[in-house]
């Protein structure tokens, strides 16, 4: 990846990054087509004449701390303070197709997406890179303006410093030398030793106005003469519209207009309250639909398909022959229902268009999907149109999607003025991409010493990835799809790779293979994807093999990762830090491990359950190797943010299908953890020099098996199916 | 014509009595801290102050307000030092940060009625949803918080 120079009239004119001084871009990555030549593109790090520095990143901020963690990698390298970091934002960039999701799917995929937790894996050392150049052009400026050797120049805190003389020069001073420099090819990076901000707990760069209501999230994009809308959809999966009855509508004080769209109408007003109202007072009348739908015949459907032989997922040894030697075969069936993603932020999005262009502004995880959205309804060329990623008020996977952008872009091509849509939270409820429902067939055959000698899996339920139009489908033509298989001996397969099962756990004779059961419910990339069904069936199903051989959770668990270090000091450190074998008076435990996306992790989990069955969740130990961590603080609030997003999956609601209708609709009938549900949780970080590992979903899958296993410690009763309902366990 | 007082200052809106204080509050007066989150007042992420009580102004309608005193998170301090913002910052609490301002708002409220809470007080009183889990940082602001206002 080479850096090079862009001079400043080649700026995008509207960017916050618009401005004189010294400004860096990269190259290197493949290019839009559309995107013309390298000086075309617009910059994103930018030095001020006043010294402040100015970054635009790929990634979106949606809570995970890639702002700050971004700035912070540039920060290091730079020699600046995080205070001198005066703008970040999220920008659209050629340069910013993600190069791990082109990696993962054959090149299918070559968009600006935020997600799948590797925003740092791929681009610390980019932003690391980037810093060290723009810190090696202001030294070399400084030097010829002193006349002295580059060696007696040092970068200090927004400033060269020439050690001989004691002068020194600002970088804001420095900025317009050094951008008429040839940027050097191969600037030095600092070990880690010499780590100034890296690896601590540095206070989030957007705390201040997180805490003041001032910053600007998808729903409070505010343009002058805007209008303000919101959708209401078909409420059966598979109707379309055929018409609609807006008298009562139209007659809400306020309501501007009614526009429908094939399995939507959008209700446009003076004010989203009126729009609301509106939609309520709005009668759709449809045609067709999957009416018959329900959880009971799609879990029919995945029964049947059972029996189909499936595609691989992973295979090693002899299955066959593992099963047939085997003294005892454990079988056991597991079940993962719907869920949402109940993003606090429900869905919204703002668009302006008129003949000359169009912009965006959405809390989107994906420019480029709502770009190719904008393009798709505008029928403007990509040049047109601008896409601006606001703050997304949690994403989770529901604003990869680009459904959200339809609307305000009918709505302000009709209208003829800005618009700004927002769903209401039971519209969000009911037409999410859902984590998708999952059956999981595991045979566990053990051995004389109840070791496990062979596993067979089959994992039975929809390929999610089939669904995707408008960015390529990934999909594999056999119907293998990663999305859904990872976790179940798939953690980072890639399409027509070989599995690596060099980290996993030694089961010698492994058969895996995914039966694609397409639903008629849309569903999607829900924090941690196919780990959140998988890892609650392995982590389970291990804890049902330990049970059955008498063998220690950890200790089995450590018996079939003897090949993997770092899984082992985690499961000891977890293991000591947790207090196994040792709970208080009344409380059990129970265990898992994961190694989601090359994070190493363990989870302990301490509850007592009610003579009721009512579960209470009192202490979760996570100990986790995530290689590198570049910000303490942030990577333990990723963890623990995590968990608490899988606990409330394991202990709350879930999203249930009727008559080929969402049943149910809010936070009253979809239930979410509170504080007063929040058990303690110690969060430890392994330290480590290893490749960054994903941090962002780990910790979501692990939690639902380890409160099971604990549950199973309390009671006896063995959950195969999440969430945990009370009248279960009694 | 409805009169309401947000933030000290005095606002005339052209509005329907019933409408939802939440909404005039984003739409008409254009202060977006306050967040709609369910419009059913069952995750405080509109949480604001009505004479130093917490309200959820998604359930509460400006017919009903109008002429007592409203406080938003843009007017709980000038400069972002009220003590729960202070605790806040210090504590770096806000992940994703939509349902922050109902929380710390909600929180401003106890502490005015019972200036050292316990736990089991933060509990019962503190019920917003956050998505993103900082609820254990929450819980440490508030304690520091009381602290600092001492």
């Known amino acids: 990846m080479n850096i090079f120079h862009l001079n400043r009239r080649e700026f995008l004119k509207s960017s916050a990054l618009a401005g004189g001084g010294l400004i860096l871009g990269l190259s290197g990555l493949p290019k839009l087509a559309q995107a013309g030549g390298e000086l075309a593109m617009p ?48 920008l659209h960039h050629p340069d910013f197709k993600h190069p791990t999701f082109r990696e993962w799917t054959n090149s299918k995929l070559n968009v600006q997406m935020t997600g799948g937790s590797v925003s740092i894996r791929a681009w610390h050392l980019t932003f690391r890179k980037l810093g060290a150049t723009a810190r090696e052009l202001l030294r070399t400026a400084a030097t010829r303006q002193w006349n002295v050797p580059v060696a007696e120049c040092r970068a200090v805190n927004g400033r060269i410093e020439h050690s001989g003389t004691g002068r020194s020069l600002g970088y804001g001073e420095l900025a317009g030398a050094a951008s008429r420099l040839t940027p050097p090819e191969n600037p030095p990076l600092k070990s880690p030793e010499q780590f100034r901000l890296l690896g601590r707990a540095i206070p989030r760069w957007d705390t201040a106005e997180k805490v003041n209501g001032t910053a600007v999230f998808g729903t409070d994009v505010d343009l002058p003469g805007m209008l303000y809308g919101t959708v209401k959809h078909c409420v059966v999966f598979g109707e379309k519209l055929t018409g609609v009855d807006d008298t009562k509508a139209k007659a809400v004080p306020g309501v501007i207009a009614i526009i429908p769209l094939e399995d939507q109408a959008v209700v446009v007003a003076d004010s989203t309250w009126a729009a609301m109202q509106g939609a309520k007072a709005l009668t759709l009348h449809t045609s067709g639909g999957h009416k018959d739908l329900s959880d009971e015949n799609i879990f029919q459907q995945f029964r049947y398909d059972l029996a189909k032989a499936g595609v691989p997922v992973a295979h090693r040894g002899d299955p066959a022959t593992a099963m047939g030697k085997a003294i005892r075969v454990l079988e056991l069936e597991y079940e993962a229902p719907m869920q949402a993603h109940a993003a606090m932020e429900p869905l919204c999005a703002t668009a302006s268009v008129t003949p000359e262009g169009c912009e965006v502004w959405a809390p989107t995880q994906s420019s480029d999907f709502a770009m190719m959205m904008a393009k798709g309804v505008t029928e403007l060329s990509p040049e047109k149109i601008k896409v601006h990623t606001t703050y997304l008020g949690g994403g989770f996977g529901r604003k990869v999607e680009y459904d959200f952008i339809t609307a305000p872009l009918v709505a302000s091509m009709v209208l003829g003025k800005p618009v700004k849509i927002t769903w209401s939270r039971e519209e969000d409820t009911r037409h999410d991409f859902y984590r998708p429902p999952f059956l999981i067939q595991m045979q566990f055959g053990l051995d004389v010493h109840n070791m496990p000698q062979g596993l067979r899996a089959k994992l039975v339920g929809p390929a999610v990835s089939r669904r995707w139009q408008m960015p390529p489908p990934w999909l594999e033509e056999n119907g293998y799809d990663w999305v859904v298989t990872i976790g179940m001996f798939d953690g980072y397969n890639l399409p027509n790779h070989t599995p690596d099962l060099s980290k996993a756990y030694a089961i010698p004779n492994l058969q895996v293979d995914f039966v694609p059961s397409d639903i008629q419910v849309p569903t999607g990339a829900w924090r941690s994807i196919g780990s959140s069904h998988n890892t609650f069936a392995l982590e389970s199903g291990l804890d049902e093999v330990a049970h059955a051989g008498s063998h220690d959770p950890f200790e089995l668990r450590r018996k079939l990762l003897t090949h993997n270090p770092r899984a082992l000091a985690v499961l000891d450190r977890a293991e000591e830090l947790s207090g196994w074998g040792k709970p208080p008076e009344g409380r059990f435990q129970g265990m898992g491990y994961t190694d989601y996306l090359e994070t190493f992790q363990a989870q302990v989990v301490e509850v007592s359950v009610s003579k009721r069955g009512k579960i209470k969740v009192h202490k979760i130990t996570c100990v986790a190797d995530c290689g590198q961590v570049f910000n303490s603080h942030i990577a333990k609030q990723q963890l623990e943010g995590a968990i608490l997003y899988g606990l409330t999956a394991a202990l709350k609601g879930e999203i249930n299908v009727q008559m080929g209708q969402i049943v149910q609709s809010n936070f009253d009938d979809y239930p979410m953890l509170k504080l007063k549900d929040t058990p303690e949780i110690n969060v430890h970080l392994m330290e480590s020099h290893e490749a960054p590992g994903g941090l962002g979903e780990a910790g979501t899958p692990l939690i639902g098996p380890a409160v099971a296993n604990a549950v199973f410690a309390a009671t006896g009763k063995r959950v195969r199916r999440l969430p945990i309902r009370p009248k279960d366990l009694v | 014509m409805i009169t309401l007082e947000v933030n000290r200052i005095p606002y005339k809106v052209d509005v329907t009595p019933g409408t939802p204080l939440l909404w005039v509050l984003r739409d008409h007066l254009k202060l977006h801290g306050t967040k709609y989150g369910c419009g059913i007042e069952q995750c405080g992420a509109c949480t604001v102050h009505v004479n130093g009580r917490a309200v959820r102004s998604c359930g509460i309608t400006v017919g009903e307000v109008a002429g007592k005193a409203i406080t938003t998170i843009e007017g709980l301090s000038p400069d972002s030092t009220h003590p729960v913002q202070k605790a806040w910052i210090k504590v770096d609490v806000p992940q994703c940060g939509y349902c922050q301002s109902g929380i710390i708002m909600a929180t401003a409220a106890l502490l005015a009625r019972k200036p050292v809470p316990s736990d089991r007080d933060i509990d019962r009183t503190i019920s917003n949803i956050c998505r993103c889990g900082t609820y254990n940082q929450v819980r440490e602001a508030i304690h520091l918080a009381a602290q600092l206002n001492k």
């Open chain 1, 43 to 90: 910059s994103y790090l930018r030095i001020a004449p006043d010294g402040g520095i100015h970054l635009g990143v790929p990634s979106a901020e949606m809570g995970q701390g890639i702002h700050t963690t971004l700035a912070m990698l540039l920060a290091e390298e730079l020699e600046v303070e995080m205070s001198q970091i005066h703008h970040i934002e999220t």
